[in-house]
């Protein structure tokens, strides 16, 4: 029985170390829903900093027009109506097949405080091994699923200012229409925190980037 | 053991192949890579020019018509918008046009005739004491600009949809256009029209409107964003041909509903 077993693995192995080889590490369709989210959520930031300067939720911040999308706020509002679309329906698509193959359950989960905290010193003591992309690190996957998260907070509040009288749940949900511009603006802020330390990682580890586009 | 042995000899060949096939086509792809990077990089410098080019922005006007019919789907009209007290009131109201507050209109009451014309079966013209002795209503709903602020106001005047049935205005038409004496000009489409909180205002706060908040009427819509709202208005007429607006034919979107 032992020797059976011995002489499976020794004919298996190769075989397994095959398989990982010609499945990519990101799915074709996550790669494309990854870069047409990363395509319309920036959209939805940039049109939204100039709708945002029209009247500014805090006095002390405004945005510098030249960082802005639209040229002006009817232009920009068009980009941030046309972009919530792609935003919207993209990431439907993402969430159903993320969560109808399993990879969302896979990938996410088990994450726990103390994992996060340990990665999290790992990473800035520069000891987090990156050798496997397949598997993400705990800080990894705190962050994915923060954006997650607030992605769809920022569907539901930019939903409850756009049609305050249309979604009253909604509007009463995020506590009026005047707090929903708050709640926005302040997920917007959590949005552009994760897109620098995003691509500041994709940076640090460049073959990241390459998986993303190629798969492997 | 012998035939389960071949299969992966040959596998292990294809992947050798592949790694070597893949490093031999690494040079073309990775500069292929860089230049896509670079492309990417140069549009977003040239941020502006997008929004400036002609087919971008026939796009985006399509895509705002489709957010007309997207937000006509959306609107239900027997939802109304939430009515607050007086205590939360917005004092001052603030004033805002598309041009500066020393520039608002001075109407004359005594000689001001609003014109009812189109699909109507009466075709009119109406005085001011006319109009005031219409039933009367009451709102405290919020303004909301589309700039993002809002504030609550207290306007009184009488429903315009009962006004509509009054004017024997065909009520199957898709527009309710309006002409302003500071030459405003916009239209809203007819399920708006006929919403129980579309108010055809002749007050604000009590008070006679005044000439800041569009003496001597505005239409009052706490359902749709402020720009929709005309003031001042001399002529209303009932249409199947869509009107446009000052705001809406230089790039905001026609529904503007909230």
């Given at each position: 029985?032992?020797?059976d077993?011995?002489?499976?693995?020794?004919?298996?192995?190769?075989?397994?170390?095959?398989?990982?080889?010609?499945?990519?590490?990101?799915?074709?369709?996550?790669?494309?829903?990854?870069?047409?989210?990363?395509?319309?959520?920036?959209?939805?930031?940039?049109?939204?900093?100039?709708?945002?300067?029209?009247?500014?939720?805090?006095?002390?911040?405004?945005?510098?027009?030249?960082?802005?999308?639209?040229?002006?706020?009817?232009?920009?509002?068009?980009?941030?109506?046309a972009?919530?679309?792609?935003?919207?329906?993209?990431?439907i698509?993402?969430?159903?097949?993320?969560?109808?193959?399993g990879?969302?359950?896979?990938?996410?989960?088990?994450?726990?405080p103390?994992?996060?905290?340990?990665?999290?010193?790992?990473?800035?003591?520069?000891k987090?091994?990156?050798?496997?992309?397949?598997?993400?690190?705990?800080?990894?996957?705190?962050?994915?699923?923060v954006?997650?998260?607030?992605?769809?907070?920022?569907?539901?509040?930019?939903?409850?200012?756009?049609?305050?009288?249309?979604?009253?749940?909604?509007?009463?949900?995020?506590?009026?229409y005047?707090?929903?511009?708050?709640?926005?603006?302040?997920?917007?802020?959590?949005?552009?925190?994760?897109v620098?330390?995003?691509?500041?990682?994709v940076?640090?580890?460049?073959?990241?980037?390459?998986?993303?586009?190629?798969g492997r | 053991?012998?035939?389960?042995?071949?299969?992966?000899?040959?596998?292990?060949?294809?992947?050798?192949?592949?790694?070597?096939?893949?490093?031999?086509?690494m040079?073309?792809?990775?500069?292929?890579?860089?230049?896509?990077?670079?492309?990417?990089?140069?549009?977003?410098?040239?941020?502006?020019?997008?929004?400036?080019?002609?087919?971008?922005?026939?796009?985006?006007?399509?895509?705002?018509?489709?957010?007309?019919?997207?937000?006509?789907?959306?609107?239900?009209?027997?939802?109304?918008?939430?009515?607050?007290?007086?205590?939360?009131?917005?004092?001052?109201?603030?004033?805002?046009?598309?041009?500066?507050?020393?520039?608002?209109?001075?109407?004359?009451?005594?000689?001001?005739?609003?014109?009812?014309?189109?699909?109507?079966?009466?075709?009119?013209?109406?005085?001011?004491?006319?109009?005031?002795?219409?039933?009367?209503?009451?709102?405290?709903?919020?303004?909301?600009?589309?700039?993002?602020?809002?504030?609550?106001?207290r306007?009184?005047?009488?429903?315009?949809?009962?006004?509509?049935?009054?004017?024997?205005?065909?009520?199957?038409?898709?527009?309710?256009?309006?002409?302003?004496?500071?030459?405003?000009?916009?239209s809203?489409?007819?399920p708006?029209?006929?919403?129980?909180?579309?108010?055809?205002?002749?007050?604000?706060?009590?008070?006679?409107?005044?000439?800041?908040?569009?003496?001597?009427?505005?239409?009052?819509?706490?359902?749709?964003?402020?720009?929709?709202?005309?003031?001042?208005?001399?002529?209303?007429?009932?249409?199947?041909?869509?009107?446009?607006?000052?705001?809406?034919?230089?790039?905001?979107?026609?529904?503007?509903?909230?």
């Amino acid at each position: 029985m032992v020797i059976d077993m011995d002489t499976m693995k020794a004919t298996l192995t190769p075989a397994r170390e095959a398989a990982p080889r010609n499945t990519p590490i990101h799915p074709i369709w996550l790669r494309i829903t990854h870069w047409l989210n990363a395509i319309a959520a920036l959209v939805m930031m940039f049109s939204g900093w100039r709708i945002y300067d029209a009247s500014p939720v805090f006095h002390q911040i405004v945005i510098p027009p030249s960082i802005t999308l639209g040229g002006w706020l009817g232009g920009a509002l068009q980009w941030h109506f046309a972009a919530m679309w792609l935003l919207v329906f993209n990431g439907i698509v993402y969430l159903a097949l993320n969560i109808a193959s399993g990879r969302f359950v896979a990938k996410f989960f088990p994450v726990s405080p103390r994992a996060v905290l340990r990665d999290l010193i790992a990473a800035l003591s520069g000891k987090l091994s990156h050798t496997d992309l397949r598997q993400y690190n705990a800080v990894q996957k705190l962050a994915y699923l923060v954006v997650i998260v607030d992605l769809i907070v920022l569907v539901l509040s930019g939903l409850a200012i756009w049609k305050s009288v249309q979604f009253p749940l909604l509007r009463e949900l995020m506590g009026g229409y005047d707090n929903a511009r708050i709640v926005h603006f302040c997920a917007m802020a959590v949005m552009a925190a994760f897109v620098v330390v995003h691509v500041a990682m994709v940076a640090l580890v460049p073959r990241s980037l390459l998986t993303m586009l190629r798969g492997r | 053991m012998k035939p389960n042995d071949k299969p992966i000899m040959k596998l292990d060949r294809a992947a050798i192949l592949a790694d070597a096939r893949r490093e031999l086509d690494m040079p073309s792809r990775r500069l292929f890579g860089k230049r896509l990077l670079t492309l990417g990089g140069l549009s977003l410098l040239t941020g502006c020019s997008i929004t400036d080019d002609k087919s971008v922005n026939a796009f985006l006007t399509a895509v705002s018509r489709l957010n007309d019919r997207a937000q006509a789907f959306l609107f239900d009209p027997h939802q109304l918008a939430p009515t607050y007290t007086e205590a939360q009131l917005t004092r001052p109201f603030p004033f805002n046009a598309f041009y500066g507050i020393d520039d608002v209109p001075e109407v004359n009451g005594s000689d001001y005739r609003l014109k009812v014309s189109g699909l109507v079966t009466g075709q009119r013209v109406w005085t001011l004491p006319e109009l005031y002795a219409l039933p009367h209503a009451e709102q405290i709903t919020r303004h909301i600009c589309v700039e993002g602020w809002s504030a609550i106001g207290r306007w009184g005047g009488t429903p315009f949809s009962e006004f509509l049935r009054r004017v024997g205005a065909d009520t199957s038409a898709k527009y309710v256009g309006f002409r302003c004496a500071d030459d405003y000009y916009e239209s809203i489409d007819m399920p708006t029209a006929l919403h129980p909180q579309t108010l055809l205002t002749f007050e604000y706060d009590g008070q006679r409107l005044p000439a800041k908040y569009g003496y001597p009427m505005k239409l009052r819509m706490p359902t749709k964003l402020g720009y929709k709202n005309p003031k001042h208005i001399v002529e209303m007429f009932v249409t199947n041909t869509y009107p446009g607006g000052y705001w809406v034919d230089q790039g905001y979107n026609w529904f503007g509903g909230s």
